[in-house]
């Protein structure tokens, strides 16, 4: 597992506080790897999912640390969200 994701991973079982999601997430990390959230939290991985967010490691770590809104990175282009769109805003108030 890469550094990068593993530290996307502890930082949203963090934010998750050991709830998981109702559905299943995937974000990718560019040139890192992949991250999975579903009921059971979070784990690196792929996996079919409601929803797929697309990423540089610089932004995720910025959503992470709360320096950038999850939905201002989608508005600017820097994250870019394919699928369930109603999840993908609940996992972003998550993240804010």
């Known amino acids: 597992m890469s550094d990068v994701v593993a530290q996307a991973v502890a930082a949203m079982n963090e934010k998750l506080a050991g709830a998981g999601i109702d559905g299943?997430?995937?974000?990718?990390?560019?040139?890192?790897g992949s991250m999975v959230v579903d009921d059971s939290g979070a784990r690196?991985?792929?996996?079919d999912a409601d929803v797929t967010f697309n990423a540089d490691?610089?932004?995720?770590?910025?959503?992470?640390d709360g320096s950038l809104n999850p939905t201002s990175a989608?508005?600017?282009?820097?994250?870019?969200?394919?699928g369930d769109m109603g999840m993908a805003m609940k996992l972003a108030a998550t993240l804010a």
């Open 44 to 47: 690196e991985g792929s996996a």
């Open 24 to 32: 299943t997430a995937q974000f990718n990390v560019e040139g890192e």
């Open 57 to 64: 490691a610089d932004t995720y770590r910025e959503i992470f």
């Open 74 to 82: 989608f508005m600017s282009g820097r994250l870019t969200i394919d």
